[in-house]
């Protein structure tokens, strides 16, 4: 087994893995994290994380911990998805700042995604949470900046003063990424791509004139709101 899960065929080391899983056994520990560590093919070491969440977590814990100091990028990453797989609360303690500024962009945003399931309900917590989170505004490329955004409305209402401080950010990058991040929040049905061209668009027109042109689309919106429903004429629609 131990073999297969380093076969050259990714199918075999992905059948291996399940095959691990679906028969937890304490032996298979240490190679299931050591696997993690070097594993090329996303789909495996995604069933490896797996594999891991079915052995105790009282034997799982503590190895996966050790890999949170490694010097290996994908096994500080895949660490953090393994802890976010298992779930444990615990394991809040063990996020420290430096993971969310990590220089390597996959291991931050994974830090990011585990930080948003781990932090305790407490506002205070999940506050301190989000002030840390808006300081990697404007980092990145596209697929970066939007995992950083997916966890700040994850977070909820208590990121809207730091999102607020940070739309006045001197740098238009880290600016508009606020910008985008609120209006995702308030509306998450609003695409990223869409909130980033109106973010642009907002801190382009400065402080002020922004103010003015969101408290006039609120004011339309209220008016048509209270507008009176018309009845439909017979054969016509409304897509009309």
């Known amino acids: 087994m131990a073999n297969a899960l ?9 059948q291996a893995a399940l095959a691990v899983g679906s028969n937890p056994d304490p032996g298979f520990l240490e190679t299931l994290v050591e696997r993690c560590a070097v594993e090329p093919d996303f789909f495996v070491r995604d069933m490896l994380s797996w594999a891991l969440t079915r052995l105790s977590p009282e034997i799982t814990l503590p ?8 010097e290996r990028a994908q096994a500080r990453s ?27 962009d996959e291991v931050a945003r994974t830090a990011w995604r585990v930080a948003v399931v781990l932090v305790p309900e407490e506002e205070n917590e999940k506050r301190g949470l989000a002030d840390e989170l808006v300081l990697q505004l404007g980092r990145g490329d596209r697929n970066v900046r939007l995992s950083l955004s997916r966890a700040l ?20 990058t880290v600016a508009a990424h606020a910008h985008a991040t609120e ?21 382009t027109l400065g ?12 004011s339309g919106a209220a008016e048509t709101s209270e507008a009176p429903e018309t009845s439909e004429k017979p054969g016509e629609s409304a897509d009309c």
């Open 63 to 70: 190895r996966v911990r050790q890999e949170l100091d490694s």
């Open 6 to 14: 380093s076969a050259e065929d990714s199918s075999v080391r992905l």
């Open 153 to 172: 409305v994850d977070l909820g209402e208590v990121t809207k003063p730091a999102l607020e401080k940070a739309t006045a950010n001197p740098d238009p």
């Open 78 to 104: 895949q660490a953090l998805h393994t802890l976010s797989k298992i779930g444990d609360k615990s394991a809040w303690a063990w996020i420290a700042r430096d993971m969310l500024r990590d220089a390597d």
């Open 207 to 218: 402080p002020e004139r922004a103010a003015a042109a969101a408290a006039g689309a609120a």
């Open 183 to 203: 209006l995702l929040r308030q509306n998450p049905e609003t695409g990223f791509d869409a909130a980033i061209e109106e973010a642009k668009r907002l801190v």
